[in-house]
């Protein structure tokens, strides 16, 4: 059964369009998290969330928006697609509130390939 | 704010050599963790290792260890012996008390047969 899981694990799609990617934890965190990584395979930090709390990446283009609909799902929405948003993205989660003092245990990944 | 940086982007090695990945980081918190995470070809994120500040005692599981000095602001981590089946990316992390995961820019280790 796997900790933390991540739907699609490979997206292509056109500029300009929206896609959603999904993630699941089954290992009642508190605090869930996107990372993106680039070609350069750079880890940075997108959104954390905890309890309706989400602190965001002042970096983050506004068209990249997480929704939790409870605690043990953080979904990626973005928006208008561009080229560079083309990344592998990780979401992860850890235990207890923002501030990751333990383990952050990853999701197998998505790729998002944006023609 | 957090800083980590892991200044060899690539390290080649021979299988059964010894390789130090280095990890420097930079903080103003007395309470601080650091991790380092493997990312093998297949790019999942593997966690190996967390240390928090006020314990310095090195660490050795298998053939990992890890060096951690606060005097340096280091946590190197040594791999004994490579094996083929250790190539991968490895980062390093650290978080604070209040603070997100900020990684380094990870170390592609290859170890060829």
């Known amino acids: 059964d796997t900790a933390v899981s991540q739907t699609p694990k490979y997206l292509v799609t056109q500029m300009g369009n929206d896609k959603s990617i999904k993630c699941e934890q089954n290992?009642?965190?508190?605090?869930m998290y996107w990372y993106k990584q680039d070609s350069k395979k750079f880890l940075k930090i997108m959104f954390s969330?905890?309890?309706?709390?989400?602190?965001i990446n002042e970096t983050v283009p506004n068209r990249f928006s997480p929704k939790s609909p409870d605690k043990a799902h953080l979904n990626l929405h973005i928006n208008s697609l561009e080229l560079g948003d083309s990344a592998v993205y990780f979401c992860?989660?850890?235990?207890?509130?923002?501030?990751?003092?333990?383990?952050?245990?990853f999701g197998e990944g998505s790729r998002l390939t944006v023609l | 704010a957090q800083k980590v940086t892991q200044a060899q982007t690539e390290i080649s090695v021979v299988e059964k050599e010894d390789v130090t990945l280095d990890c420097v980081y930079e903080?103003?918190?007395?309470?601080?963790?650091l991790f380092w995470y493997k990312q093998p070809p297949s790019g999942e994120l593997v966690f190996l290792i967390r240390?928090?500040?006020?314990?310095?005692q090195n660490e050795i599981s298998g053939r990992y260890s890890w060096n951690f000095q606060k005097s340096t602001s280091s946590f190197n981590f040594t791999i004994t012996a490579s094996q083929v089946v250790d190539s991968a990316v490895y980062f390093c992390?650290?978080?604070?008390?209040?603070?997100?995961?900020?990684f380094g820019a990870g170390t592609r280790l290859t170890v060829k047969p």
């Open positions: 992860a989660s850890s235990q207890g509130p923002q501030g990751a003092t333990g383990e952050l245990f």
């Open positions: 290992l009642g965190h508190d605090t």
């Open positions: 969330y905890n309890n309706k709390e989400l602190i």
């Open positions: 903080t103003r918190d007395t309470t601080y963790y």
């Open positions: 240390r928090n500040s006020f314990d310095e």
């Open positions: 992390a650290l978080s604070e008390a209040h603070n997100d995961m900020r």
